[in-house]
Structures are given as C-alpha cells and as structure tokens.
C-alpha cells in the first residue's frame, strides 16, 4: 500500500486566494483525520470523517475553512480566503478503526501564505 | 488543564543511556495511550499503543501507564543518535473516535 498520499507537498499562496489540499487515505480505512501542525498550537485535529460523512468538525477554526470527502479514497480540505497566519503543515491521517491501533499520517502539505 | 501534558525538553541524554518521557492526561475516561515519533519535517509515526496499566515491551522501547495517577510515560533503552527526535503522546478523551496530542517532547541523543 502506498500509504496516505497527500498533495500539494508544498503552497506559497498570497493572502486571500483559495487553497485546497488533497488527500488520499488508505485502502479499506473508514477514518479520515485532518490535523494541522504548528510550533505554537502544536497538532489539532480540524475535523475528522467516517465513512465519508463528517463527524466532528469542533476544530475548524472558522467559516474560511471547510473539508469534504466525495467518496472514500478522495477528502479535500479548502481555506477561502487564505490568510497569513493559517501558515502551518497539515496533515491528513487515516485508520482502519477510530484511535484502535492509532493513525497513519500522510507526508503533509506544507501552507505559506504570504 | 490541557488534556494531554508533556515537558517540552529538550531532554538531553548520552548514546546508550535510557531516556524517559513523560505524560499526564486529565480524561480520567480515557483507555488508550498511543505515542508518536516525530523526525524534524516529517510526519508522526506510531511507536507504541498501550491500553492495560503496567508495562508494555517492544524491542528498546517500553511504554508505562498509571491510569490511578494518569500518567503514561515511554523509555528508550540504549538511546542512539537516530532516537533524536519529538515524542508525542497521545490518546482518545473521554473514549471519543479522535486523538489529541501532546505539544512533544523533544529528545537528543548525543554520541
């Protein structure tokens, strides 16, 4: 399996343009995880789906962000209008049971919005 | 009170020493304890999951949870160089289908 694939592997965007990251879970996970990676917040979790329906989005931070997941091999995650300071790497993350033997994570998208 | 606490070190031991890592939690309703390893520009990777209070063996690491005190803690025995990395704790609150994570726990192995 190749794993969670993740894309873009990096973004530089100007302020208030729309950015949308694209995920990949494995094969056969019913969990979809989004979580985004900062030195000052650490890793929290946006916004998580089973089986393709959103089940808890508590972590979004604001209307700007917003996810979906299509089907079960495809989730994007989508800022409008991107900001400076949603600057981070995020991360989607998969698992064949919810927390059960833990989470892959994808390689991450790297966010610079400038 | 965070849900999940670590010491952000850095935690600095000598190669072959053995490293201890630490972390409490507040969700006396949570069963299972899962710890990351995160390389600097990389992403988490599960080391160890323990769900039972005791200790828990795999190769050079073992994991110690103490649900009484809510605590769970990861040792390295032999620490090498490669070991260097943040060690995240983290587990499901009040049994939820999510984990939360600790900030991490930055460790330096030096030769």
């Known amino acids: 399996d190749a794993g969670v694939i993740q894309s873009p592997r990096h973004e530089v965007t100007e302020m208030g343009q729309e950015v949308t990251l694209r995920c990949k879970p494995i094969?056969?996970?019913?969990?979809l995880f989004w979580y985004r990676q900062t030195m000052m917040r650490g890793l929290e979790l946006l916004i998580y789906f089973n089986n393709n329906v959103p089940i808890d989005d508590s972590g979004m931070p604001e209307d700007r962000f917003s996810a979906k997941m299509p089907n079960a091999s495809f989730s994007t995650l989508k800022i409008q209008p991107s900001e400076p300071r949603d600057s981070a790497v995020y991360f989607c993350a998969s698992s064949l049971v919810a927390g059960g033997d833990g989470y892959t994570f994808g390689s991450g998208t790297r966010l610079t919005v400038v | 009170q965070k849900e999940v606490e670590q010491n952000s070190g850095p935690l600095s031991v000598p190669e072959g020493a053995i490293a201890s890592l630490n972390c409490t939690y507040s969700?006396?309703?949570?069963?299972?304890f899962f710890w990351y390893r995160q390389y600097s520009g990389k992403s988490p990777e599960l080391i160890m999951f323990?769900?039972?209070?005791g200790d828990k063996e795999d190769g050079r690491f073992t994991a110690q949870l103490n649900k009484a005190s809510q605590y769970v803690s990861l040792l390295i025995r032999d620490s090498q160089p490669s070991d260097s990395a943040t060690y995240l704790c983290a587990l499901p609150p009040g049994g939820y289908n999510k984990l939360i994570f600790g900030a991490g726990t930055r460790l330096a192995v030096h030769p």
């Open positions: 094969s056969g996970h019913d969990y």
């Open positions: 323990i769900y039972s209070n």
């Open positions: 969700d006396r309703g949570s069963q299972s």
